[in-house]
């Protein structure tokens, strides 16, 4: 704007861009011409400036000579106002000649309008008729127009109209997928052709809309599918049990319901000749029984939710959905039912459940593609198979522990029961026996309850693995259930056999007639020809518990058997199985059950020995129960596979520990007896017979031997042997009992008959084959003694010291001290003036004194 402003210096005088012609006088001449040529310049922007001033503005505000600028600015607009002045004046003359012409124009105009005026009033009266019909026929034509475009839109608009509507029919009556096809031919074939109709919007808008709630129904439908098959997965699995029990042929109840199934039509009536047809039963468990597994479920919302999900390309989301929804499902029917090991019908609802589901899942996967694969379905069986194995251990273990709680409470009350006295065992006998019977009833529920289970696995195997599953691990799994079973038997059997032992008279069976040996012999195996020659009544060595306890024991062998059927296991599995727990049987329940007996404290003597008699025919039995397992297993008995029964060691031992008691027992009674001895020590002479309570024991043990006659021979004389020493023993201690501090020769003499009497005892063959002097030399050591002092044979005992062919070698030098000293006090206190006189007791007791010097000699010698 500024070099528009800047004149050309070319143009006239009147530029203000003057050249100097003369020199500058001073410096406020040049001063001046310069602020003159600034304002000038700045006067000529703002006359020729079309656009904002401000910037000429702050110049002019900017500078010191405002007062001067408005001088010239006043200056110039006075010399524009005399010009616009003199051309005013200049073309004022022209400017009245044009009003005038303006006027005379005005005038012609109005004659004009006028005229027209009247000619167009005169056209629109002629004109009218015709007006009238070309509106008549403009309306026509628009009305034909109109009725067109009506026709063309309506062509266009009522298939879609009829496609909407039958979409909204359709999702009415919930179909679906169809409903899902009209909307994708309305949206693609359809809208296109009214996109120019406002409600195609309106559609267009509305179908994600409607492919939502498609979507949402369908999933509603597939919740509510889910649903029930969750509620029926049951009765699916329990339909599909039956059918597999039916193809295997395990369930007699079954078979039954076939074969009336299968009976033949009714014979005609003789009469009428008509066949009357049987009633149709109103129970509809025949018409389940035809059906299917999968006959029970409509599975169609599945397929329509995964073919409105593919259509709406969210099949992925589709599946991971149903797969989670039915991995949740599979958790709850995995979840046992609360106290299921109490309850055999909460066994098989949980069974049912399980195979409910997986029979769903296997017709899903057949009948649809993706939705559920072969290693979706192995994923989802081996995640199964884990939680049903933890589940079936764990209620099986405590199947074990109710089973065996009982056990162990009848345990503990078999030991306080041994610890008491057997008047207290007959006074409680029938409080005790009411205990027993819930226990027995309990652990007998427990093991029937664990063998239904073990069927129902069985089914359960079988009816999965119709379906392909592998149920390998399930079958392992009844093998550690058989061991638990066992187990539960065991401790059943504890209480059997503690009963029998309970009931056992223990004196051997007496057979009055041939019915009551056949029973026995039926029984038990055996045989004895000699008895059978004999008359009645017969007397079998053993006792009632021997048979029992063998029938009690193939009842148990039978049980563990009716666990191996079904298992798929060879003859020769089944028999080492059979035998391992026969083994446990036989060696840990009896053999604990025998061991408790033996031990109780107040069992007679006569028992012990019964006792003793039975285990020798039990142990002869152990042959006949092996050659029994392999008849019921089939397993051949020279097979290299066949474990050995251990019962026969079992009751050797139990043998050995009865006869153990027995000597300690027989030492027992001997001590009684022997406790009523009481020796006159200070007698002068003998009673010249042996003392009764000696007398007494004599004929005790000749009638306890007697009662030996069924035992080995062996066992009979260590008996003996036994009691026998156990004499000597007490008889010596009495001599040697410190607290008896005088011994006269009549008491030793009275002594000496009791020892022959014992001595005679030995030597009159109380037990048969014992006649060669063994039983005479337990009492050596005492008739050394005696002969020593009663024959006061010093001489030979004091030569012959510490000599092996000494006559007195069993007398120690320490006895023959205490002895002599012993004697030495009685002389003392029966010695009085006449005695001391005599000369024969003054030799005596020169001669002690003499011998106890030597003595005391040869005591020196030897240290």
Excluded at 648 to 676: C, G, P, T, V
Aim: with cysteine; glycine share 4%.
């Amino acid at each position: 704007m500024m070099a528009e402003a800047t004149p050309n210096p070319s143009e006239n005088d009147d530029n203000p861009w003057k050249k100097l012609s003369v020199p500058v006088q001073d410096a406020d001449t040049l001063r001046q011409e310069a602020v003159e040529a600034h304002h000038d310049h700045l006067i000529t922007e703002i006359e020729t400036s079309e656009g904002p001033l401000a910037t000429t503005l702050r110049a002019v505000y900017d500078g010191q000579d405002i007062e001067y600028f408005m001088e010239k600015l006043g200056g110039r607009i006075k010399s524009h106002d005399h010009e616009i002045e003199r051309m005013c004046n200049y073309h004022y003359q022209g400017f009245i000649d044009s009003i005038r012409e303006l006027q005379q124009v005005s005038g012609d105009a109005t004659k004009l309008k006028v005229e027209i005026e009247g000619l167009n009033r005169e056209i629109q009266t002629s004109c009218e008729p015709l007006l009238s019909k070309g509106d008549q026929l403009v309306k026509c034509q628009k009305v034909q127009k109109n009725v067109t475009q009506a026709i063309e839109s309506l062509s266009l608009c009522l298939p879609v109209l009829e496609m909407y509507g039958k979409l909204q029919e359709q999702m009415k009556s919930k179909r679906y997928y169809p409903a899902l096809k009209t909307l994708e031919q309305l949206e693609h074939t359809y809208l296109p052709r009214v996109i120019n109709h406002w409600f195609s919007q309106t559609m267009a808008e509305a179908i994600p809309r409607l492919r939502e709630r498609i979507k949402e129904a369908s999933m509603t439908e597939l919740k509510d599918f889910l649903e029930s098959i969750r509620k029926h997965s049951a009765k699916i699995g329990e339909v599909a049990m039956r059918h597999a029990a039916e193809q295997n042929n395990m369930d007699p109840k079954i078979a039954e319901k076939r074969m009336k199934k299968r009976r033949a039509p009714p014979p005609p009536n003789p009469f009428t000749g008509e066949v009357e047809l049987p009633t149709p039963t109103s129970d509809g468990d025949e018409n389940e029984e035809e059906l299917s597994a999968q006959d029970l479920i409509d599975f169609s919302p599945v397929y329509r939710c995964l073919h409105i999900y593919t259509v709406l390309g969210d099949k992925e989301k589709f599946e991971s959905y149903y797969r989670a929804q039915r991995w949740k499902q599979a958790r709850l029917s995995l979840q046992p039912p609360p106290n299921m090991h109490e309850s055999l019908d909460l066994f098989k609802r949980y069974f049912h459940d399980i195979i409910g589901f997986f029979v769903v899942e296997d017709h899903i996967l057949h009948t649809t593609q993706g939705l559920v694969t072969r290693s979706h379905m192995d994923e989802l069986w081996e995640k199964a198979v884990e939680k049903l194995s933890a589940t079936l251990r764990s209620t099986s273990a405590r199947l074990v522990s109710n089973g065996t709680a009982e056990g162990k409470h009848f345990q503990d009350m078999q030991s306080s029961f041994a610890e008491s006295s057997d008047e207290q065992l007959d006074t409680d006998e029938d409080s005790e026996d009411s205990d027993e019977e819930p226990s027995i009833k309990q652990s007998c529920k427990m093991a029937n309850l664990m063998l239904e289970v073990k069927k129902l696995i069985v089914l359960f195997c079988h009816t999965l693995k119709g379906y392909g599953f592998s149920v390998g691990r399930l079958l392992e799994l009844l093998l550690e259930m058989r061991d638990r079973y066992s187990v539960i038997l065991s401790e059943q059997w504890v209480q059997v056999f503690n009963d029998i032992f309970a009931e056992d008279n223990y004196t051997p069976i007496m057979c009055e007639t041939p019915e009551d040996y056949l029973i026995v012999t039926s029984q038990f195996p055996y045989k004895d020809k000699e008895l059978e020659r004999s008359e009645y009544p017969r007397q079998i060595p053993f006792s009632q518990f021997v048979p029992s306890v063998y029938v009690q024991v193939k009842e148990y062998i039978n049980a563990c058997l009716k666990f191996s059927a079904d298992l798929h296991l060879s003859h020769t599995e089944i028999d080492d199985m059979i035998r391992k727990s026969a083994n446990q049987l036989l060696m840990k329940t009896l053999g604990g059950c025998l061991s408790n007996l033996i031990k109780k404290p107040k069992l007679s003597l006569l028992q012990l020995i019964q006792i003793s008699i039975n285990m020798n025919y039990l142990e002869k039995s152990c042959e006949y129960l092996e050659e029994y397992i392999s008849s019921i297993t089939g397993a051949q008995k020279d097979s290299v596979h066949i474990a050995r029964l251990h019962g026969s060691s079992m009751f050797k031992d139990a043998r050995s520990d009865a006869e153990q008691h027995i000597y300690e027992q027989l030492n027992l009674k001997i001590d009684e007896f022997l406790d009523l001895a009481s020796y006159d020590w200070n007698i002068m002479e003998s009673k010249g017979q042996a003392s009764s309570y000696l007398m007494d024991l004599i004929a005790f043990l000749q009638s306890t031997f007697m009662s030996f006659t069924n035992l080995p021979g062996k066992v009979a004389k260590t008996a003996c042997m036994s009691a026998c020493q156990h004499i000597a023993v007490r008889l010596k201690a009495l001599l040697e009992d410190n607290e008896i501090r005088q011994i006269s020769m009549g008491a030793l003499q009275q002594f000496n008959l009791d020892v022959m009497q014992c001595e005679q005892f030995a030597a009159s063959e109380p037990v048969p084959d014992s006649n060669d002097g063994t039983l005479q030399m337990a009492f050596s050591d005492l008739r050394q003694i005696l002969d020593l002092f009663i024959n006061w044979d010093w001489s030979v005992y004091l030569a012959d010291y510490g000599k092996q062919q000494s006559r007195y070698l069993r007398v120690p030098r320490t006895t023959a001290v205490n002895m002599l000293e012993k004697l030495n006090n009685a002389d003392k206190k029966k010695n009085n003036l006449f005695t001391s006189l005599k000369k024969n007791e003054r030799d005596k007791k020169k001669l002690i004194e003499t011998v106890l010097k030597q003595l005391k000699v040869l005591e020196n010698g030897a240290s």
